[in-house]
């Protein structure tokens, strides 16, 4: 065989092998992915998951291709661990067209579940690369996300479907819920920590005293910011969800060296607890300088957050109890907490929503609800906490449930000064005072 011949076979093979294979990532292209999908496509609909990276060739400029190179294998190894740990029935690809992408193919997945993942995905990447390789370069990075479904249509071959699947996916990752400037003040909030904590005592009704208290986060840079669950919304689009909450943990902890030996509810997602390994370090450290112990902390979990893998997340959940850590589900009763949620975290607190008690003194329903809870509650050995409660009415209703953990306006309203006493004329009900009178 000639040389040049050898050099055309060669050339050819090469040019087959870029096609099928990436070189950078180890991964098989998408071109591979047909067989994959025809076969997931007899148990149902198969998700698509479209995961890019928008300043990756800005890192490649600015750092170099060996940098880039490397950084691109960390995040596929990770991609691939998390994928695991999952347990859910994958394909992972490379995008051949977009060098800075994969494309994730699950079977009998809803939108949710691919929403979720997402979201799982964009902030764990963002936080590993800040690990390894600092928060510039892992604030550069800029992971987006799209989903799309192909569905099985006879008429088509597999290559349509997925061709189509995965630009109505790249579509959606092109129009994400952030933009550049939510971004950047989301950004320049946590570099600045400009994060005010406000405190909001829980009252003890069997002993007319404070329990704990809540701490409520606000943003003290435009008032725009201020609302916290825009906030957090905003930082969870952005990618910055965790940071945002490291930062919340902090402040809220640094805030309360003054409230003794009650309690502390913090509000975390689930997403925050699932990097349990990684933060652990820091709540523990700012427990010490505050002079706080584990027992006195509990982390409120709403399930509007994404548990993306409940046995994982148990796992983290039960670390925390073994050190001491309590653990409460907010917004019981809105739908947001299942029963599924309930039952696999066994947690110490179930916080009963406003929306459920507003004059519930009126409504039947409402009362019926409430002591539907109150014995679920004691099935599973929690204590249930009240919230919202405004009007003296309610809190007659409440006292006569037997309800002693509650909290509103009522009693004290959200301030940056820990309130060390209730006013006594809000712990007495209308029936007291009539007696009185």
Not at 179 to 193: A, G
Not at 416 to 425: C, F, Q, T, Y
Request: aromatic content about 10%.
């Amino acid at each position: 065989m000639t040389g040049k011949k050898e050099s055309k076979i060669r050339l050819e093979w090469l040019k087959y092998k870029s096609i099928l294979n990436c070189d950078l990532s180890h991964l098989e292209t998408v071109n591979l992915a047909v067989e994959n999908v025809r076969c997931m496509l007899e148990k149902g609909p198969v998700g698509l998951l479209y995961i890019y990276f928008e300043g990756g060739e800005e890192i490649e400029e600015e750092y170099g291709w060996e940098v880039y190179d490397n950084l691109m294998d960390y995040i596929t190894q990770n991609v691939k661990k998390w994928l695991r740990e999952q347990s859910l029935e994958f394909s992972l690809f490379k995008h051949f067209a977009r060098g800075e992408s994969f494309i994730l193919f699950l079977s009998e997945s809803g939108e949710e579940d691919l929403k979720k993942l997402g979201f799982f995905f964009r902030t764990n990447i963002t936080e590993s690369v800040k690990s390894r390789y600092g928060p510039k370069l892992a604030y550069a990075l800029e992971p987006r996300f799209g989903y799309s479904f192909i569905f099985q249509q006879p008429i088509l071959r597999i290559e349509r479907l997925i061709e189509r699947a995965l630009r109505e996916a790249i579509r959606k990752s092109e129009n994400p819920f952030r933009n550049k400037r939510n971004y950047i003040k989301i950004r320049e909030l946590i570099e600045k920590e400009a994060l005010e904590i406000y405190f909001q005592p829980i009252v003890d009704l069997s002993h007319n005293g404070i329990y704990g208290y809540e701490a409520l986060s606000r943003g003290t840079l435009p008032a725009f910011y201020r609302a916290p669950t825009l906030l957090f919304q905003i930082a969870r689009e952005s990618g910055c969800l965790i940071d945002l909450e490291r930062l919340a943990v902090k402040k809220a902890i640094n805030s309360a060296s003054s409230i003794g030996k009650k309690k502390l509810f913090m509000n975390t997602s689930s997403l925050y607890l699932q990097n349990l390994s990684r933060e652990i370090r820091y709540i523990l450290g700012w427990l010490k300088i505050e002079n706080l112990s584990p027992d006195q902390v509990v982390f409120e979990i709403t399930e509007k957050s994404a548990i993306t893998n409940m046995s994982f997340f148990k796992s983290s959940v039960k670390t925390l109890r073994k050190m001491g850590f309590s653990i409460a589900i907010d917004d019981v009763g809105t739908g947001y907490s299942s029963l599924e949620v309930l039952a696999q975290l066994e947690p110490q607190y179930l916080k009963y929503d406003r929306s459920l008690i507003i004059d519930i003194h009126k409504s039947h329903i409402k009362q019926e609800l409430l002591k539907s809870l109150i014995n679920f509650a004691r099935g599973i050995r929690s204590r249930i906490i009240v919230e919202g409660v405004e009007k003296k009415e309610e809190l007659e209703v409440l006292k006569d449930f037997g309800i002693e953990l509650v909290q509103g306006y009522l009693f004290a309203k959200p301030s940056p000064d820990i309130v060390e006493k209730i006013p006594p004329e809000s712990l007495s009900s209308n029936n007291s005072e009539n007696k009185s009178e």
